[in-house]
Structure formats: C-alpha cells, structure tokens
C-alpha cells in the first residue's frame, strides 16, 4: 500500500540550499595560515636560538613582536 509522504518528509529527504549552506565548516583562509604558522616559526627560533645564535634570535624576535602588533592592529 503506497503511503502519501508528507512535506517535513520531503524536506529532511531533500535539504534546502540554505540549509546545506548553513551546515558547510568554515576553513581558514590561506593568508591566515600562512600568518599563523609565521608567528609560530618566529617564537620557536628566537626560543631555540637563544645561547648560539644571538643575531637569528634577535631577528626572530622582532619579527615575533612585528607580527604579533599587526594582527592586533588588524
């Protein structure tokens, strides 16, 4: 015996495009990984190269603090 289907049926068989769009993750745009991933790499040099290497520590630590004051300002 074939059953009518009823429209909230319908509707979870087949979503609407703004309820596929809500559903979508938002992934991080590649200039913020890009950015992120800096300000990572700079910490860990200027840590690591505290002892040996003064002037890559410095460097590094100057861009660390650089990066850092342009996201806050961005």
Known sequence: MNTPISKFDQ??????????QQKQTV????LVRVFHW???SAFFIAYFTEDDLLDLH????????LLR???FLG
């Not at 992934?27 to 590649?30: I, L, R």
Request: include cysteine; charged fraction near 20%.
């Open 27 to 30: 992934v991080w745009d590649p």
């Open 11 to 20: 509707d979870a068989a087949h979503p609407s495009r703004e309820e596929v």
């Open 69 to 71: 004051v342009c996201w």
């Open 58 to 65: 410095v460097y590094a630590g100057y861009l660390d603090i």
């Open 38 to 40: 800096s300000l990572v």
